[in-house]
């Protein structure tokens, strides 16, 4: 009782410091057991037999009961749909983050429907692209070009990033591999900074296979990574008693976003849904599911 009731005070705490307004523990309390029926409405629901564009990550917060405290993975992942709309499919935690997590998550949205993903966006965690493809066979796997970014910065003083810059931001394939291998001359001091583009540039490449729209929604994992910045501000006490206590919290701030969604489309989306229609490697999976 008192673990539940320390999770009630830091929700209520939590409501006040990005509102401004305070809510009882009772209420607290009486709103979240009527959101547990709702939730596992929300997780067995069916998904869209296809997303456009999906992009996964992974956050951690504590779980904490009157025994221990642990680190819990958050396992989420965002859709667009062919429509331009964005849509979370379900939450998943786990003690750890892991391939074989990321494959059983991969399978369940299968079994929930999911026939097609066009193109999937993640941060390089190692086996996840494997576990993708292993399920969906035909899914463009997008390493993030962000993460590579902070990746090799590291090992590079600031005076130097201009040449990064231009291999990441060419206006064509020729132009980048052109930047590439002057790249790699100018940083030849810079060993780590270079294996982290030479490992992963073939994901650098494939971004020019498609148009300047497309190529500008699958080069980076942001989009999810914002809504982990948001579910940080509803977790950041880190007082959860149990996995459900913490499932509430989150999806309490889905429905949030949802409604901030439902305002405004992605930018730029009839574009990208043109540029998709006339790919001639996609435009039969796009036209079959919007037949």
Same mark, same amino acid.
């Not at 786990?94 to 990321?102: D, I, L, Q, V």
């Not at 001359?185 to 060993?191: D, E, I, S």
């Not at 942001?222 to 913490?246: D, Y």
């Given at each position: 009782?008192?673990?539940?009731?320390?999770?009630?005070?830091?929700?209520?705490?939590?409501?006040?410091?990005?509102?401004?307004?305070?809510?009882?523990?009772?209420?607290?309390?009486?709103?979240?057991?009527?959101?547990?029926?709702?939730?596992?409405?929300?997780?067995?629901?069916?998904?869209?037999?296809?997303?456009?564009?999906?992009?996964?990550?992974?956050?951690?917060?504590?779980?904490?009961?009157?025994?221990?405290?642990?680190?819990?993975?958050?396992?989420?992942?965002?859709?667009?749909?062919?429509?331009?709309?964005?849509?979370?499919?379900?939450?998943?935690?786990?003690?750890?983050?892991?391939?074989?997590?990321?494959?059983?998550?991969?399978?369940?949205?299968?079994?929930?429907?999911?026939?097609?993903?066009?193109?999937?966006?993640?941060?390089?965690?190692?086996?996840?692209?494997?576990?993708?493809?292993?399920?969906?066979? %035909?899914?463009? &796997?997008?390493?993030?070009?962000?993460? @590579?970014?902070?990746?090799?910065? #590291?090992?590079?003083? !600031? +005076?130097?990033?201009?040449?990064?810059?231009?291999?990441?931001?060419?206006?064509?394939?020729?132009?980048?591999?052109?930047?590439?291998?002057?790249?790699?001359?100018?940083?030849?001091?810079?060993?780590?900074?270079?294996?982290?583009?030479?490992?992963?540039?073939?994901?650098?490449?494939?971004?020019?296979?498609?148009?300047?729209?497309?190529?500008?929604?699958?080069?980076?994992?942001?989009?999810?990574?914002?809504?982990?910045?948001?579910?940080?501000?509803?977790?950041?006490?880190?007082?959860?008693?149990?996995?459900?206590?913490?499932?509430?919290?989150?999806?309490?701030?889905?429905?949030?976003?949802?409604?901030?969604?439902?305002?405004?489309?992605? %930018?730029?989306? &009839?574009?990208?849904?043109?540029?998709? @229609?006339?790919?001639?490697?996609? #435009?039969?999976?796009? !036209? +079959?599911?919007?037949?």
């Amino acid at each position: 009782m008192y673990a539940s009731r320390m999770s009630q005070r830091d929700i209520s705490s939590t409501i006040e410091d990005i509102y401004g307004f305070s809510v009882s523990h009772e209420m607290i309390s009486v709103i979240t057991h009527h959101v547990l029926p709702e939730l596992e409405e929300w997780q067995t629901r069916p998904l869209s037999s296809y997303y456009a564009f999906v992009f996964v990550d992974c956050m951690f917060t504590t779980i904490r009961n009157q025994y221990e405290s642990k680190k819990y993975a958050i396992y989420t992942i965002l859709g667009y749909t062919m429509e331009g709309r964005k849509e979370i499919l379900d939450l998943w935690l786990n003690e750890t983050e892991s391939k074989h997590k990321w494959m059983q998550i991969f399978d369940e949205i299968k079994a929930k429907g999911v026939e097609d993903i066009f193109f999937l966006s993640m941060d390089g965690v190692s086996g996840l692209e494997e576990g993708a493809k292993a399920i969906f066979p %035909q899914v463009i &796997v997008q390493r993030c070009i962000v993460h @590579l970014i902070r990746n090799s910065i #590291k090992y590079v003083p !600031s +005076k130097d990033y201009k040449a990064l810059r231009k291999v990441y931001s060419a206006p064509s394939l020729k132009a980048c591999q052109s930047a590439f291998e002057s790249f790699k001359q100018q940083w030849a001091v810079y060993l780590g900074a270079i294996d982290v583009w030479v490992r992963n540039f073939h994901h650098v490449e494939q971004l020019f296979d498609y148009g300047s729209a497309i190529r500008k929604i699958m080069y980076t994992t942001n989009a999810v990574e914002s809504i982990h910045s948001s579910f940080r501000k509803v977790t950041k006490k880190g007082a959860f008693p149990n996995e459900n206590a913490l499932l509430k919290v989150l999806y309490l701030r889905i429905k949030e976003l949802e409604t901030k969604w439902d305002s405004g489309g992605i %930018q730029n989306w &009839v574009m990208v849904r043109n540029q998709l @229609l006339l790919h001639d490697e996609l #435009k039969d999976r796009v !036209s +079959k599911y919007l037949e």
